[in-house]
């Protein structure tokens, strides 16, 4: 079944509020389509009841370890944040549909953009690419310096342009200020953040091809309790759910 | 007839337990997971006429041991569910109540003759109580009176036994209880969600896009147990009762205060699987206390005195 008791191996902050959770056990060797999130139990669901979708951000298969990226940023990340080496993680995954990386003719480039904490399923799918042989371009939106996290990890995959709202690492402004030099070959898009930024990639995009994960606070995970929905106008329902029919969607399909 | 098996009107449970409305979708989410055959029964997600796409987006915000929702009653419709839902719930041979609401009186009575029309839905539940939906839902459930007109009209509309969701946002449930159950009431399900609202502090935004949200979750559940206890001494239709139940030992805590029946909302998100984790500990748990049967245990807290088990 899809729910897993997993070990935390190491559970690290790596910038301003940033941690880097790893996890091992049996379970790990399903989570193959980068894109898919798990979600997350915090607590010992009494007083923190809901789970967090969180992406995932790295596999290393060998030794059945998932990598999670989060923001303790609530009580609940909070709590999260302070999990021992050793003690256990229930989650309930991989869920969602993830990265169509078939799409990508190996000639093409693809562009990979990501805000804050929706950087970190980029990793696994920029690997992903990279080993198919599609060349890969990253540019990472983060608040300030202290807020940027595993530039260094992405440069060993493909070209890694950096912004900050604060100019204190790479371009002074937005991930779309830095879009323009890299659309010219026309590459696939790929994109995590948060709607807003979203909906400016896809108008910077214009007619090329791409796809989109959506961030949004949710209930199940698995499509039954109607939290998580988008309004679409290319299906008949008027909407998607993001948990179970994303959190990827093809550029254009839902209404930003 | 097993020791868990439980009899309420319309609904011939194999056991007491079964998801609530709006947690479970209409159980094909949750039939991935494990074998729904094992349910007691379904409530399948609110029915209104036409679908509905329901509130914007944030529509859930986590509490304190509990959770708000304001989902707004999304739904594709009372025909789209009736061709298209419940069929596929058929192989597991399970009763399925089916909620029903409305923004009038006509859209309620409509509902009702369509979906208690269709073999396969055992039973109706009235929803008087959703707090997220600008015109009906709660409007109908915090006035008794209006409660009442509008029970009277889904029962004679509704083929099958009908089971009145009451709101907790009210002054006195026992009166409401009663009222509806004088209007003709099968049953009542309680209690749906309170109304809640949460703030971001730094912003003073609200997390809901609709403000206001319904609480539900173990923060909720001894509002619902002291209701149920009141009212099922005071009304003589069965309850199904709900709010905050997430362990076998929730489901005899609410019999004990008076309910026939248990259903579990939000704990499902919690745990997908908590529903038949449940049912396979109830039976352990009635050793322990001496029980044979579990329908025994309904209105145990108010009964004992009369026929101590401590006696058997």
């Known amino acids: 079944m899809m729910k897993h008791l997993l070990k935390v191996t190491s559970n690290t902050e790596i910038a301003r509020n940033i941690f880097e959770m790893k996890l091992t056990g049996p379970g790990v060797g399903s989570m193959t389509a980068s894109g898919q999130f798990l979600h997350v139990s915090v607590g010992n669901h009494t007083s923190k009841l809901l789970r967090r979708p969180l992406s995932i951000c790295d596999v290393d298969f060998e030794r059945e370890e998932v990598t999670l990226l989060y923001r303790a940023q609530g009580d609940g990340t909070k709590q999260l944040s302070e999990k021992q080496t050793g003690e256990v993680v229930d989650v309930l995954g991989p869920l969602g549909n993830g990265f169509d990386i078939d799409e990508v003719d190996v000639k093409r480039s693809a562009l990979l953009i990501g805000g804050g904490i929706g950087v970190p399923p980029l990793y696994y799918l920029g690997k992903q690419l990279k080993n198919v042989g599609v060349e890969v371009t990253f540019i990472l939106g983060y608040q300030s310096f202290e807020d940027s996290f595993y530039v260094d990890k992405f440069k060993e995959i493909g070209e890694t342009i950096v912004t900050t709202v604060d100019g204190s690492l790479g371009i002074k402004g937005f991930v779309t200020d830095a879009m323009e030099r890299s659309l010219v070959e026309a590459p696939v898009i790929y994109s995590v953040g948060p709607a807003v930024m979203l909906k400016a990639v896809e108008e910077k995009a214009g007619i090329l091809d791409g796809f989109l994960s959506l961030e949004e606070r949710m209930g199940c995970g698995i499509g039954a309790c109607f939290a998580c929905v988008c309004p679409t106008e290319t299906r008949k329902s008027g909407y998607v759910k993001i948990c179970s029919d994303g959190p990827v969607f093809k550029m254009g399909e839902v209404v930003l | 007839m097993s020791r868990l098996s439980v009899s309420l009107p319309g609904l011939n449970m194999k056991n007491p337990i079964l998801p609530a409305s709006g947690c479970f979708g209409f159980g094909k989410e949750y039939a991935k997971w494990y074998d729904l055959s094992l349910l007691g029964g379904i409530t399948i997600k609110a029915a209104t006429l036409d679908g509905r796409f329901g509130n914007r987006t944030p529509r859930v915000a986590e509490t304190e041991s509990g959770m708000l929702n304001a989902i707004g009653l999304q739904n594709p419709g009372v025909v789209n569910i009736i061709e298209n839902e419940l069929p596929a719930l058929k192989p597991y041979n399970i009763p399925i109540l089916a909620n029903i609401a409305g923004s009038t009186e006509e859209e309620y009575i409509e509902v009702t003759r369509q979906i208690s029309a269709s073999p396969l839905v055992s039973a109706v539940e009235l929803n008087i109580s959703c707090p997220n939906v600008k015109k009906g839902g709660i409007q109908f459930g915090t006035h008794y009176k209006s409660a009442a007109e ?163």
Do not use: H
């Open chain 2, 150 to 312: 509008l029970t009277r009209k889904v029962k004679n509309a509704s083929e099958k036994p009908v089971y009145v969701k009451l709101s907790p946002n009210v002054s006195n449930i026992t009166e409401m209880a009663q009222a509806v159950e004088d209007a003709g009431a099968d049953g009542l399900s309680m209690i749906n969600t309170l109304v809640g609202m949460k703030l971001d502090w730094r912003t003073g935004n609200p997390i809901l896009a609709n403000k206001t949200g319904g609480l539900s979750g173990p923060a909720i559940k001894p509002v619902a147990i002291r209701m149920i206890y009141e009212v099922s001494q005071k009304v003589s239709v069965p309850i199904i009762g709900m709010g905050g139940v997430s362990t076998a030992e929730d489901v005899l805590e609410m019999m004990s205060a008076g309910a026939s029946a248990v259903a579990v909302g939000t704990a499902n998100f919690v745990n997908p699987f908590v529903c038949p984790e449940i049912i396979e500990k109830l039976p352990e748990l009635l050793d322990e206390i001496g029980v044979g049967n579990i329908s025994e245990m309904t209105g145990r807290s108010f009964k004992q005195w009369k026929t101590p088990l401590s006696s058997r």
